[in-house]
């Protein structure tokens, strides 16, 4: 009972340290979800507007479009996030901003690029997470506009609708009801996802959550800052998934 009870303590001081966690407020919320949710929502509308071109190539008629895109969905879907987020990371810095903002009568950029060199890893961690998002949206949003019956765009195409305007106008509307569920899982995931930037390194005040709880476990030697992170990521992810599970009733509803 001793062992156990010594064993318990020993987590409890670890895990659960009441001073660590109080010493993690409020920068854990003005840092770490700040900028956790900042990133989710760059990557969520790069991903959205990246996937909505996919999509459209997807579904087109002509060759010269449809196969770089399934080849692109496929290539980045089969691809770890992980390895995506580190090849961009560290590419992107060095062959846009280098050698980009070093051209002449560029250099005034390096005043007002708002991360400095060294930041540069902060957006492509961002641009990494868009085009893995994307790729995913893609085949939902694909999936949501080949769900429309094909009578529709007939239809909207004898009325005198172009097909960029039937599209636009009819098809589109309808897919986007139909597959607000996934994308609403997606950004849940996305938000998920963004723990993994912190593998490029980034400044003191642009640290997400787990980047930002890591920092805080080898100043304090404890792991409490882990389980403050995870209750953040848990007080944003659980209303999303709620929310998915609601516009599922609402789908299966409209369904009938």
């Not at 980009?100 to 957006?123: E, T």
């Not at 007080?235 to 999303?240: D, F, K, N, Q």
Request: hydrophobic share 50%; charged share 20%; aromatic share 10%.
């Amino acid at each position: 009972m001793q062992i156990a009870a010594s064993g318990m303590e020993a987590i409890k001081n670890e895990f659960f340290s009441f001073e660590v966690f109080k010493s993690m407020f409020p920068e854990v919320l003005l840092e770490g979800a700040r900028n956790t949710i900042i990133f989710t929502t760059i990557a969520f509308i790069g991903g959205m507007i990246f996937g909505l071109f996919l999509a459209l190539c997807r579904t087109s008629k002509l060759k010269i479009l449809r196969w770089p895109s399934a080849t692109f969905i496929d290539l980045i879907r089969g691809l770890p996030l992980l390895l995506v987020i580190v090849i961009i990371g560290f590419a992107t810095p060095t062959l846009v901003k280098d050698s980009y903002l070093s051209l002449p009568g560029f250099g005034w950029m390096n005043d007002v690029w708002p991360f400095g060199r060294d930041g540069a890893k902060y957006i492509p961690g961002c641009f990494a997470l868009s085009l893995v998002a994307g790729a995913y949206m893609a085949e939902t949003i694909r999936a949501g506009i080949e769900s429309i019956p094909k009578g529709q765009m007939e239809a909207a195409r004898s009325l005198g609708l172009s097909h960029a305007q039937a599209m636009r106008k009819i098809i589109l509307p309808q897919a986007f009801r139909v597959i607000v569920g996934p994308l609403t899982n997606e950004l849940a995931l996305l938000f998920k996802d963004t723990s993994l930037i912190s593998v490029l390194g980034v400044e003191v005040g642009g640290r997400e959550l787990t980047k930002f709880a890591r920092d805080f476990v080898n100043r304090e030697a404890n792991s409490t800052p882990l389980i403050v992170a995870g209750i953040c990521y848990l007080l944003i992810t659980i209303p999303l998934l709620q929310l998915v599970a609601y516009f599922e009733r609402r789908s299966k509803v409209g369904s009938r």
